[in-house]
């Protein structure tokens, strides 16, 4: 089956920065879309970043221009650069992405586990 691990979080001062970064493997035809969202206790889960597989971006209003999402076709990733980080962005990531499987005929979602990202003033 499709499987998304994330990485890279932790903790960190506000005004740093974090990497984050998602592999997915398993029967994979193609991905079309991949992002990150992430979720606090008591509050709906929300888009963080979006990138389709030409590379354009969509970015939740709180996070433009300090977070930047990437991704490897060729690798199956997804990297979530956060930059100028507030105790606001603490939450847990969750890695999202949009699958077609080896013989599938259509897309399905996956997410991943989660990592969490905590973020000390």
């Known amino acids: 089956q499709v499987q998304l691990v994330e990485s890279g979080g932790g903790l960190v001062q506000a005004g740093g920065s974090l990497r984050l970064s998602c592999a997915a493997s398993?029967?994979?035809?193609?991905?079309?879309?991949m992002g990150w969202y992430r979720q606090v206790p008591g509050k709906e889960r929300e888009l963080v970043a979006d990138i389709d597989k030409r590379g354009r971006t969509e970015y939740g209003d709180s996070v433009k221009g300090r977070f930047t999402v990437s991704r490897d076709n060729a690798k199956n990733t997804v990297d979530l650069q956060m930059n100028s980080l507030n105790v606001e962005d603490t939450a847990v990531y969750y890695c999202?992405?949009?699958?077609?499987?080896?013989?599938?005929?259509?897309?399905?979602?996956?997410w991943g586990q989660g990592t969490q990202v905590t973020v000390s003033s």
């Open positions: 999202n992405a949009d699958i077609l499987q080896d013989r599938g005929r259509g897309y399905l979602g996956y």
């Open positions: 398993g029967s994979i035809f193609s991905i079309s879309h």
